[in-house]
C-alpha cells in the first residue's frame, strides 16, 4: 500500500527518533504528523523540525492517516486506541512501537476494527535519554525492529509496517507476541532492571558519597539505561510481569552460581568467567 501520510502519537524520544527518521529520509515520500498534548511539546517538535505538521487533537492527527506509529508509553495505548479508532481512515494501518506485545496486540486486536488493521512493532534501539530533545533519527539504523503480526494479519497491514522498517534503516525480524515478550525480558528488560537495582543498591549504601568518587567508567555504563524514563520502564514491567519475573529468577540463580564459586575459591569461578567472555564475544562478532 502507498503511504501518502504517517502519524505518530506520542513525540517522546522514541516516537521523536521514528518521526525524524522519516521526515528527513529524501527517500519516504511521506508527509509526517506529529500528535503531542501540550503546546510547549509542539514549539520543540518544531524547532528540532522533527515533523510536517503537528496536531493537539487525537482525531484530527489521524484524519486521513496512512499509517499511524503509537509512541506513548504501553499502559496508555488501549485508551488511545478506544479513542482514535472511530476517526481511523479506511485501510488504515496502526502500529505501535511498545516494549511489549502481547497485552498491546489483544488490545489491537480488540479495538482496532474494520475498516482499519493493527500490527504490532518494536525497534530493538533507543538512548539511555528520555523526551524528544534526545530523540536520533539515526538511532534504528542496521538494528533489529520487531514485526509483531497474528496469523490472519493482511499482507497490507504487513507491507505498510515493512515499508516503515525500510525508511528508518532498520532490519525485520517476524516473531508472535508471546515470543517478544520472552525474548526481550531477558535481553531488554532484564538489563533496565538490573542497572536501575545497581544504582538503589549502591546509592542507599552509608558510604555511597565517598564510594560515588571512586565510581568510573564501568559503574557509568552498566547503569546508563537507568537514565531513561522511569513512566516507561515501570509501563513494561506492568505489561511483561510473567516473563520478567522468569528473567530475573534465572539471572538470581546464575548470580548464586558465581556467589557459590567464590566463597568455595574453586576453579569453576574462572571457567564462568572465560566461558561469559567467549560468549559475548561471539555475539559482538555475529553482530558486526
Sequence with gaps: ???ERMTVIGLGNMGGSVALAVHRNPAADVEVVGYVRNEEAGREALRLD???RLSFDLADAVHDADLVVLATPVSAME????????YLAKGAVVTDVGSTKVEVNAWGRQLIGHP?????GHPMAGSAGSGLAGANGE??????????????????ASEALLQLVQWIGATPLLMTAQQHDDYVAHVSHLPMLLASALVTSVSTHEDWDVMSRLAALGFREMTRSAAGSSEVRHSICRTNKAAIVASIDRFVGTLQQYRQHIVQDDEQLLRLFQDARAARRDWVNRRN
Design 79 to 86: 485508551s488511545v486506541m478506544r479513542h482514535i479508532n472511530p
Design 50 to 52: 522533527v515533523v510536517d
Design 139 to 156: 538511532v534504528f539504523r542496521n538494528t533489529v525492529f520487531c514485526v509483531v503480526g497474528e496469523a490472519d494479519t493482511p499482507k497490507a
Design 116 to 120: 482499519a488493521v493493527f500490527i504490532g
Design 1 to 3: 500500500m502507498a503511504i
